[in-house]
């Protein structure tokens, strides 16, 4: 009987260690799509000289949850991201001469990563991305078709700030090496293939229910 008591005490101590442990919430706000210069490309099989041409904004939205262990600085947070992204591709062809090819692509990246809190306040975290591209348009007479690689593996980093219930990240993603394959396909039956990682900076602002930092100011971790 003692140890049945025992284990009951127990078991609604750890209950209520780490009961409300998790964070849930929504982001908004704005995408910086960086300058990403393109080293890869061939058009017909043969190569040619493309880069990026200029830095657009786009929209993010942002839902997520965060399993934050009581009493213990890491914590561990998933994400799904819907982004809107605007930029462009400058190519440099014999066909074509110099010309700029503006388009927008529009993704879900769901993301996991594992983070940790310097203050109760202050946050950083970071993890692995697969951005999974649902539409695009180019907006150029010439293509015919642009034709994106539907998945992407990446990297996010991101420093937060909460405040309250109120949240505010600022967030980097970028793609691995040989990310991004893309293919125009022209009016003149011509295909040009090439690499176009993502490297995006990101600024959002956000509600979350629950701030549990704020009930452990007391305890020595954030002492």
């Known amino acids: 009987m003692k140890n049945l ?9 750890v209950q209520g260690a780490f009961a409300q442990a998790w964070e849930a919430g929504f982001m908004v706000g704005i995408g910086y799509n960086l300058p990403n210069v393109t ?13 990026s041409a200029g ?10 949850a965060r399993y934050v262990p009581a ?8 994400d799904i991201l819907a982004a809107h992204t605007s930029g462009g591709i400058a190519f440099g062809m014999s066909n074509f001469g110099n ?21 109760p306040r202050f946050r950083i975290s970071g993890g692995p991305v697969y951005s999974f591209t649902y539409g695009s348009t180019i907006k150029n007479e010439k293509v015919m078709e642009a034709v994106f690689k539907p998945g992407e593996i990446g990297m996010q980093f991101v420093a937060g700030l909460d405040y309250g219930n109120l949240c505010f990240d600022l967030r980097y ?15 003149n039956n011509g295909k040009l293939s090439f690499y176009k990682g993502i490297s995006e900076l990101s600024l959002l602002v956000g509600y979350r229910f629950g701030d549990y930092s704020s009930r452990r100011r007391s305890t020595k971790t954030y002492k």
């Open 5 to 13: 008591i025992l284990a009951a005490v127990l078991f609604c101590c």
């Open 39 to 51: 080293t890869e490309a061939t058009y017909n099989d043969q190569l040619v000289s493309i880069a």
């Open 55 to 64: 830095s657009n904004n786009g929209y993010r939205a942002v839902a997520f």
């Open 71 to 78: 009493f213990f600085p890491v914590f561990i947070q998933f």
């Open 99 to 119: 010309e700029n090819f503006p388009m927008s692509i529009d993704r879900f990246v769901p993301t996991a990563m594992v983070g940790i809190r310097f203050t």
């Open 173 to 187: 993603e970028s793609t691995f090496a040989h990310g991004g394959y893309t293919e125009f396909r022209f009016q």
